[in-house]
């Protein structure tokens, strides 16, 4: 039999059309659940293994005490598994380092920057009162007093594979704390690529010490500022998230928000009322002795855009105002919840 080997043979017959399927969410006849929906219906949820789980956790809590002599001995702990491990580290945290000086880092958070990881060392635990030119400095700063003085701290990372933390140089300069001296770091993975992100110098730098802690916990936390394809998605600010946002900001910008709410929920009557402008809050931060200057403000307004708190537009006339994205009764609520 002749066989004639014809490469473009091969090629032809690899180039039809590829058919995708067109059966897609849309074509559910069930309407998609509102996020407050789907929430109650998980409140209702029967976990048949949930007693397993519990064994699970205080099979891992038993670990605790070694987790405590390597961290002395100037190793770090990681830990890894399918589940959540936040419970974890939280019950580490109140056991065994209550009293002592802790950062507890949420990875899973999208709007998290290492300069915010920076302020935390520098502001809460070295109590530092300068200004630093570029993160470069602060890193060197913080190393050079963790490494001249004998203080202490813990940083708790969960998720140190978060959507902000994945990239090369944030995982530099996360080994590059691991490596102080007197900075303890426990911190949690959960994706299963995660130990691509380290080459050997990374690796010998972390000095961790890797614990399966497979808890099966579901990820409630970690996801609640993802999009699910099966809820409705609202164009406007949910209040769980803006709680959450909330809470990791700064005194004063608390406060700076706290004034854009306030001026939104007494003007929401108004139809012509587009936003707060810019320069009359300015005015007030100023009298209230929250900001220096206008950049200071700006980059704090920039800060509420990245994390979706507010929005920021012009009028015709050309006048920049600010606005919150979020219903009128829930933004009473929160102000009410909040403003003391």
């Known amino acids: ?29 069930n309407p998609r659940l509102s996020q407050e929906a789907v929430d109650s219906l998980m409140e209702n949820f029967d976990d048949c293994h949930s007693k397993e789980k519990i064994l699970l956790m205080k099979e891992y809590q038993q670990q605790f005490l070694q987790w405590i002599f390597l961290l002395r001995e100037g190793f770090n702990i990681l830990v890894y598994g399918l589940g959540s491990k936040r419970y974890l580290l939280d019950e580490f945290r109140t056991r065994f380092l209550d009293g002592k000086n802790v950062i507890v880092v949420n990875g899973y958070f999208p709007g998290l920057t290492i300069k915010e990881i920076f302020n935390s060392i520098t502001d809460g635990i070295l109590e530092h009162s300068g200004t630093f030119f570029s993160t470069v400095e602060q890193l060197e700063f913080i190393e050079q007093e963790f490494n001249s003085t004998k203080i202490e701290a813990y940083l708790i990372i969960h998720n140190m594979d978060g959507p902000s933390l994945q990239f090369s140089r944030e995982q530099e300069v ?83 928000f706290i004034l854009i709410a306030q001026r939104q929920l007494e003007n929401n009557n108004e139809t012509n009322y ?14 209230r002795m929250l900001v220096n200057s206008d950049l200071t403000l700006r980059a704090q307004l920039t800060e ?33 919840k909040h403003q003391e």
Request: hydrophobic content about 35%.
């Open 1 to 29: 039999m002749d066989i004639t080997v014809n490469t473009e043979d091969y090629f032809l017959a690899q180039s039809s059309s590829v058919h995708t399927s067109d059966r897609t969410l849309n074509r559910l006849n």
């Open 274 to 287: 587009h936003g707060f402008p810019f320069h009359e809050l300015y005015s007030e931060c100023r009298d």
């Open 174 to 256: 996360l080994c590059r704390l691991a490596a102080a001296p007197g900075l303890h770091v426990v911190a949690s993975t959960d994706h299963i690529n995660t130990p691509l992100l380290w080459d050997q110098r990374k690796l010998s730098q972390s000095k961790f010490v890797y614990f399966d802690c497979t808890t099966f916990a579901p990820y409630s936390e970690e996801i609640s500022y993802e999009n699910s394809l099966l809820v409705q998605q609202s164009t406007t600010l949910g209040l769980a998230s803006l709680v959450h946002v909330f809470a990791s900001l700064t005194f004063n910008a608390k406060a700076i």
């Open 304 to 336: 509420f855009k990245d994390h979706k708190l507010l929005r920021i537009r012009r009028t015709p006339d050309g006048t920049e105002v600010l606005h919150i994205p979020l219903e009128k009764n829930q933004l009473e609520e929160f102000v009410q």
